[in-house]
């Protein structure tokens, strides 16, 4: 019911056209009431006196066109106006699940498949359009059409009525139980096709990888296990739509039966006339049609709430990074930073940081150094609020981050990493997601502060040259130095450098070493280092391992006492030696 309920309120924004929608339906129901009352009328009395049938058809010709031009007209609406009303909705929440994805923090993308998001996001909300408008119409017509068609039955012979009515109990029943049935399998359904998405996603995203080992039929084992597990849900989920339906089926042929068997027993009886049982006839034709549609409205229920309880699932989870009530925007920043015994961990099992305090102020460049999984991706993540501290706090320029807007504490923070991700569009588009309505001017400008304006003049199209899927199409330094570029642009006071050279040659890095020289001016910078020759210059240098910040000092006091940082320069020095 809590799950109906919340359905409904997608309905609120569109409760005229519902309400008309609803008064369409009544009026077709109606009017197919009519007829059977409308066909016994003219049997028994109007045609009776063959001399007057002739002056009275003309009017019932005219009475019967403006009843089916209204029927016309409703079912227009209905078919038309309903169905815009629950692409609406799908829209709707579609929106929403966008919008929680979001606000969503890593913790939550860390856990979970991007392939299953997005059947969440799509498959999942497809059957949510046909329920949300044929659902309570179908529900709302068939109601009017079986209360309707039974009280006429019993009003023309009761007796046979509530025969008619037992069958349709014992048909109810039967719905019920199997009704669980299916909605196990359509619960199934939905996991499985999420799964073959998760295994299409994570192949076609890494064919470089795929094709370069020569691992195509491995993929396709992958997927041909998904693909066969959804399968064999769909097949479970057939069965049992199978005998609901044939079972359906069979209480609706006893219905047609009963009539014919229990109505002659009747009218040997001479207790029911031979018109009667025919217009009783014509009902039952109405009386079932309205049952044929809520059994098809069962399976469009299970399909539409299955999908609805899996949009639900993710809607109804609280963000676990959000602003809090009185959160204060971030102003005139400074860049001091300071964590103050800050623990954390990713789950459970494994603490990552332990009580770590440290101190950076405005203006300078730290390096994090320290072997891989020490925690140094993770100090840079707690600063952004990609993932909030178990304990302790982070400030910076003496607030608690936690009291700052979220959204004013991230424009304030610029981040490059290894890893660039660029979107389908042209170059200048990626560049100006750096600053929302940036001029043509400032992206230029920026782009020669990241050394790549040249390279960019140098395109067919320039600036309108199309990057391809995650910029296929460029080198890996030219997208570094695109990032950078979109860095310049949006112009932060604390700079984040993730291991931003350490996947490229030694002359692209040494080219965006000096964009990255040139963007770290006059800001707070963190740079985590890969390569120790890029960090020399550092105001302070920060070696961390599992323990927590282990050394602190420039290159040449850290030398001086030869300890970890030593060790790891030598290292490095000997292996280009």
Request: aromatic share 12%; charged share 20%.
């Amino acid at each position: 019911m809590t799950t109906l309920k919340k359905f409904i309120n997608y309905y609120k924004p569109y409760k005229t056209i519902f309400i008309l929608d609803l008064i369409c339906a009544c009026l077709i129901s109606i009017i197919d009431l009519l007829f059977p009352l409308i066909l016994n009328y003219c049997t028994n009395t109007l045609f009776i006196d063959k001399q007057n049938i002739l002056s009275i058809l003309p009017y019932l010709a005219l009475f019967l066109l403006i009843l089916y031009t209204i029927r016309a007209l409703s079912k227009y609406f209905v078919s038309s106006q309903g169905h815009i009303m629950g692409a609406k909705m799908e829209r709707d929440m579609r929106n929403d699940l966008f919008d929680q994805y979001q606000k969503l923090s890593f913790r939550y993308y860390d856990e979970n498949n991007t392939g299953v998001m997005m059947s969440r996001i799509t498959t999942d909300l497809f059957d949510i359009s046909e329920f949300a408008h044929h659902g309570p119409e179908n529900l709302f017509i068939s109601f009017l059409k079986i209360s309707g068609s039974f009280i006429i039955l019993m009003s023309i012979y009761w007796p046979l009525a509530l025969i008619l009515l037992v069958i349709t109990i014992a048909m109810g029943i039967f719905s019920y139980f199997n009704n669980k049935k299916m909605r196990a399998t359509f619960d199934d359904n939905r996991r499985k096709i999420g799964e073959v998405n998760a295994s299409v996603q994570d192949s076609l995203s890494g064919i470089r990888v795929v094709q370069s080992f020569t691992n195509e039929q491995v993929e396709k084992e992958k997927f041909d296990y998904s693909n066969n597990l959804f399968l064999e849900s769909k097949k479970n989920n057939y069965r049992a739509m199978g005998i609901f339906q044939s079972g359906n089926n069979f209480f609706q042929g006893l219905l047609y039966a009963s009539v014919l068997i229990f109505g002659g027993y009747f009218v040997a009886l001479g207790n029911l006339e031979v018109i009667d049982l025919a217009t009783f006839a014509l009902y039952i034709g109405i009386f079932i049609s309205p049952i044929e549609v809520l059994v098809e409205l069962t399976e469009m229920f299970q399909k539409g709430i299955s999908g609805f309880r899996r949009f639900e699932e993710v809607v109804s989870l609280t963000p676990e990074i959000k602003d809090e009530k009185d959160a204060k925007e971030l102003k005139d920043v400074k860049g001091n930073i300071d964590f103050n015994h800050v623990y954390f961990q990713y789950n459970q099992d494994e603490t990552l940081l332990q009580d770590v305090s440290l101190s950076i102020k405005a203006g300078t460049k730290v390096a994090l150094v320290g072997p891989s999984g020490s925690g140094k991706t993770t100090i840079c993540s707690l600063i952004p609020r990609f993932y909030d501290v178990d304990q302790g706090e982070i400030l910076i320029d003496g607030q608690n981050i936690r009291s700052l807007q979220l959204k004013s504490l991230r424009q304030n923070i610029g981040i490059v990493q290894q890893d660039v991700y660029l979107f389908s569009g042209t170059i200048a588009q990626n560049i100006s997601y750096g600053k929302e309505n940036a001029s043509f001017e400032e992206i230029v400008e920026a782009s020669k502060k990241a050394n790549i304006h040249d390279f960019i003049q140098s395109l067919p199209d320039g600036y309108d040259t199309f990057v391809g899927q995650r910029g296929a199409r460029l080198s890996g330094g030219q997208k570094q130095r695109i990032a950078i570029a979109r860095v310049f642009l949006k112009n932060p006071k604390i700079l984040i450098l993730d291991e931003a050279t350490s996947a490229l040659d030694n002359e692209s890095e040494q080219v965006i070493q000096n964009s990255l020289d040139e963007l770290a001016k006059n800001r707070t910078c963190i740079t985590i280092a890969h390569r120790l020759s890029t960090i020399k210059n550092a105001d302070e240098i920060l070696v961390v391992d599992s323990q927590g910040i282990k050394e602190k000092g420039t290159h040449e006091e850290l030398m001086k006492i030869n300890g970890l940082y030593a060790k790891y320069y030598q290292l490095q020095f000997e292996k280009r030696s």
